[in-house]
């Protein structure tokens, strides 16, 4: 494993809403990246917020992408070009360290790289580890639980992407718990402060011994963009 350069790649994720994925798929397209994955998922905001807003829904297009943090940085510099993250609705986008890679992968980094043409526009981004990513993997049907915990804690917002969990009998074993095939992947930006309530809360409210059956865990961001277009939910459901 490459692991003592991988400190120099990073992992881009962005959450935006599904009517701008044309504009994230030709970026990546133009600025031949070489390797993102896409797939979609769904907001927590109700539908009556986003009418109120005139802007967007609650699908959202999810993609995550490896590249140098040269190249990191001119990705989310074209974000904020092209993409407004200033309107609510419109999404997050943040970044975070690779600790290991394989050999080959490696490489192909970063001679693509080398490759690249990086521009010189300065962008303006949250300062290193101000949030980490929540991951939250819990049995299908307790999203909305999820989210009520981690709102009650502090959390503004998350994205639920529907996955299949894969599992042997150490999980029964050892974590009292039977591996279903369907699950909820939920995941949560939020400031570094904030993040063990959240995850205390959701813990308490659908963790290993309730039957969400769920764990968590969360990452440090080195760089996060599209936090400061929150949404006062509060005052908006009282509209």
């Known amino acids: 494993m490459g692991d003592g350069s991988a400190n120099r790649l990073e992992a881009l994720l962005a959450i935006l809403d599904y009517g701008l994925r044309n504009i994230l798929i030709k970026l990546f397209n133009k600025s031949n990246m070489p390797l993102f994955f896409l797939t979609h998922g769904y907001g927590t905001a109700k539908s009556a917020i986003y009418d109120i807003l005139g802007y967007g829904g609650p699908k959202k297009i999810i993609s995550l992408s490896i590249q140098t943090k040269d190249m990191t940085n001119f990705i989310l510099k074209r974000l904020r070009k092209e993409i407004d993250f200033n309107k609510p609705g419109t999404g997050i986008a943040c970044t975070i360290s690779l600790s290991s890679i394989n050999n080959a992968l490696l490489q192909a980094l970063k001679q693509a790289g080398e490759n690249f043409q990086m521009g010189s526009d300065e962008m303006t981004a949250t300062a290193k580890e101000t949030y980490h990513l929540i991951i939250s993997i819990v049995n299908s049907g307790y999203f909305e639980q999820v989210m009520e915990a981690a709102k009650t804690a502090g959390a503004t917002g998350g994205t639920l992407i529907h996955a299949r969990g894969l599992g042997a009998k150490e999980a029964v074993k050892y974590l009292g718990i039977t591996i279903q095939p369907e699950k909820d992947l939920v995941l949560i930006l939020a400031p570094r402060e904030k993040r063990h309530a959240i995850m205390e ?38 509209l």
């Open 201 to 238: 809360s959701i813990t308490h409210e659908v963790g290993l011994n309730t039957p969400g059956k769920g764990i968590c865990f969360s990452l440090p961001v080195n760089q996060a963009i599209g936090m400061e277009a929150g949404l006062d939910l509060d005052n908006i459901n009282k």
